[in-house]
């Protein structure tokens, strides 16, 4: 019997609408695939020079374009490495709306995730009312910060917006009405038995792959490891606050999806308690001016819906930073996807690589080659094979 | 009269490609919200294709940087013409505050003629619709196809 | 949580969901702090470590024991690898390890510095997969060589970039 070749097939970058389609190499030995290789380098901007000649004021602006799903978490992480670096204290009621703010992107990540997951599986209906689900998140970002996406909100030293009291009710009935519909999502995810056989033991990543390769957030969540910054280095209200972690041990898709789809019950949990301490401190202290630029090094971290975000900033007492040094959570997770794909069919590699979320505007974007160099399907092919499988099983809609 | 037949089925029914030349993702994403039930442009006749082949219009974003510049030229070569393209976002117009970076390659209308352009950071959806309004009336004057 | 999800998740019961306060109840303890700040001392006493705040530790070593240290970091201490900063100073280039022990939320920042004629420093990359891209990244920023890494093209600038080309360094003297 002939020896099954090795092929390679390249799978195009993460939103099956964006151009070109070499960005991952799946080497394929029949149905299985037996290794992957990664290129980056199409969306490097130079973001850490930029900065170096940015004023500490102008550098919140910079950063937030980073990346637009996790808009917040770079300014987040930014304004407390400036502010571990000058030593800067912040006021209560600064870190009661900055908790608010990033959890509400919080939700509005998960949920674009949610849907993006469903239309690689064929779940164009999952697709459409997540993101339906997902707009009246957006128009209270919008009513609270005057943009649906980048809120320019962070300051070193405070918030630049206060929350009014007028605000308050229409934020807690989009609460209201997020959470039911979450559950609706949530109960009609977990509880189909199509997607409990199309992804329970598909793309696992185990605990010490995970240590391995230091992944971080939902992704080193649903292996085992109990790593979130918002409870490990405590920052902005999220010590003030009863709220859960959650940790799965499995490590396959099925995790990841339920450690997201579970996380954001814990966000509406935290953004009405915020809400709730909000009503009892005076309106207007929102900011405690930086006196002098910092001189010094300093490191700030976020809990973005990805992982930990890092931030450095080295500063010599100039109104320049020295160094500006920016670490996106999908550094360190899109590499993991090189094991978590081994011994998978290629019909569910698209949900593998799907299922860290990746954020390739932080990272870069990821090209798939074929060990010959030679095409064997390009991305919309292999999103096809993914919807085809599902609806064999007898799911999709 | 079969020029304005063309024209006409161009008007109603415009095919678009996303072309990603290194953007931050807001505005792709703000694009893929646009099929969603809110805005839902597919009743006007807009779809969104998976190959530059089928395009009429091209939806750039993203400040254009030295690696991606050599597909986006490849992409707009391999388009049939007449096409528009739009440079959609404040990357694609004039590299935003990516001008400084040593990766910068340019604003989009210094490689490739742009015929609509929709401003914002990220522009809103309804920018995106207003912006496609646009394209629309240019093609209807445009004299030959 | 709504309880039905709890119940028919069976999240309880599979060990998993385990939440409250956090895992790990010793993270403000002060003796934990100062038992792990004994350890670094008692295993690498010609280092220089500073305690700039409870929990940024700033640690200045040798560039010949970077392994030796990335290991008791990483294996020993159980911390997680975050990222490493590199720089171009006057005195040379100097790269800083982020070390991360989570159950203290703890940093310790690991710093080597190179000189600039020759900047050479061992890989890290044996003692796991997570350290491949920051190097490969450093070396093509920077130009420094890691001995042992294995895959030295370039990451993020284009593949027709010429050798020399080296974005971050900065011109001294």
């Known amino acids: 019997m002939a020896e099954l070749e090795r092929k390679i097939i390249p799978i195009g970058p993460f939103h099956p609408l964006q151009e070109e389609a070499e960005y991952f190499k799946l080497t394929v030995e029949g149905e299985k695939v037996v290794g992957l290789d990664i290129q980056l380098g199409y969306m490097h901007r130079g973001h850490e020079k930029i900065c170096e000649g940015k004023t500490y004021d102008q550098i919140p602006f910079v950063v937030e374009r980073i990346c637009g799903i996790c808009s917040t978490s770079h300014p987040f992480a930014c304004v407390q490495a400036i502010e571990d670096a000058a030593g800067i204290e912040i006021p209560p009621r600064a870190a009661y709306i900055r908790t608010i703010i990033g959890e509400l992107e919080r939700l509005h990540s998960h949920l674009l995730w949610v849907g993006l997951a469903g239309h690689f599986l064929g779940y164009n209906t999952v697709w459409m009312w997540a993101w339906k689900y997902r707009e009246p998140v957006l128009e209270m970002l919008e009513l609270i910060t005057g943009n649906r996406n980048h809120y320019a909100m962070f300051k070193p030293g405070g918030v630049r917006r206060d929350i009014e009291g007028g605000m308050i009710p229409p934020l807690l009935q989009v609460l209201d009405d997020a959470d039911k519909k979450i559950l609706m999502l949530t109960k009609a995810i977990l509880d189909d038995p199509v997607l409990h056989k199309r992804l329970e033991g598909v793309g696992v990543l185990t605990k010490e792959k995970a240590v391995e390769y230091s992944v971080v957030g939902p992704t080193a969540r649903a292996s085992g490891l109990a790593t979130d910054v918002r409870k490990d280095d405590p920052h902005a209200a999220y010590d003030w606050i009863e709220w859960e972690e959650i940790v799965l041990h499995e490590g396959d898709v099925f995790a990841k999806a339920k450690v997201r789809l579970l996380e954001c019950f814990e966000s509406t949990k935290i953004i009405r308690q915020c809400l709730g301490k909000l009503k009892d401190l005076p309106e207007g202290e929102i900011d405690a001016r930086m006196e002098y630029p910092p001189d010094g090094e300093g490191i700030g971290r976020y809990e973005a819906p990805r992982g930990e975000v890092f931030h450095y900033v080295k500063g010599d007492g100039s109104l320049y930073p020295r160094r500006y040094k920016i670490r996106a959570p999908s550094f360190m997770n899109v590499k993991s996807n090189e094991v978590a794909v081994l011994g998978g069919s290629v019909a569910d590699a698209a949900i593998t690589l799907a299922a860290v979320d990746p954020c390739y505007c932080c990272t870069e974007r990821i090209a798939a080659f074929n060990t010959k160099g030679k095409l064997l399907y390009t991305w919309d092919d292999l999103l096809k094979l993914s919807q085809e499988k599902t609806a064999r099983m007898g799911g999709g809609s | 009269m079969l020029k304005g037949l063309k024209k006409g089925a161009l008007a109603r029914s415009l095919w678009v490609y996303h072309v990603s030349a290194s953007p931050c993702n807001n505005c792709d994403i703000e694009i893929l919200d646009l099929l969603t039930p809110r805005f839902d442009v597919e009743r006007f006749g807009l779809l969104l294709v998976g190959s530059p082949r089928h395009a009429d219009l091209l939806l750039v974003t993203g400040m254009v940087n030295k690696k991606v510049l050599d597909r986006v030229l490849r992409v707009y070569a391999q388009t049939p013409k007449p096409c528009l393209v739009a440079a959609f976002g404040s990357c694609a117009i004039s590299g935003d505050l990516f001008v400084d970076s040593y990766n910068f390659a340019g604003p989009l209308d210094k490689h490739i003629p742009v015929d609509v352009y929709i401003g914002g950071c990220p522009p809103k959806p309804e920018a995106m619709i207003l912006g496609v309004v646009r394209a629309i009336e240019k093609i209807k004057k445009l004299k030959d196809l | ?173």
């Open chain 3, 1 to 173: 949580m709504p309880d039905e999800v709890t119940k028919t998740q069976n999240l309880e019961k599979n060990g998993a969901y385990i939440g409250g306060k956090g895992f790990f109840p010793q993270r403000d303890s002060e003796a934990e702090f100062k038992r792990v700040e004994g350890q670094c001392r008692e295993f690498y006493p010609e280092g220089e470590l500073n305690l700039v705040s409870k929990r940024r530790w700033y640690w200045e070593i040798a560039a010949e024991d970077v392994v030796k240290v990335a290991d008791f970091c990483f294996n020993t201490l159980g911390c997680r690898f975050s990222i490493a900063t590199g720089e171009d100073i006057p005195r040379g280039f100097t790269i800083l390890y982020h070390f991360s022990l989570d159950r203290l939320g703890l940093l310790i920042n690991v710093r080597v510095t190179l000189p600039h004629d020759d900047p050479q420093v061992d890989s890290l990359s044996v003692l796991g997969r997570g350290f491949e891209w920051i190097e490969r990244e450093m070396h093509e920023i920077l130009g420094i060589e890691f001995r042992g890494l294995g895959d030295t093209r370039h990451l993020l600038l284009p593949d027709d970039s010429p050798d020399d080309y080296h974005p971050y360094r900065r011109s001294f003297g």
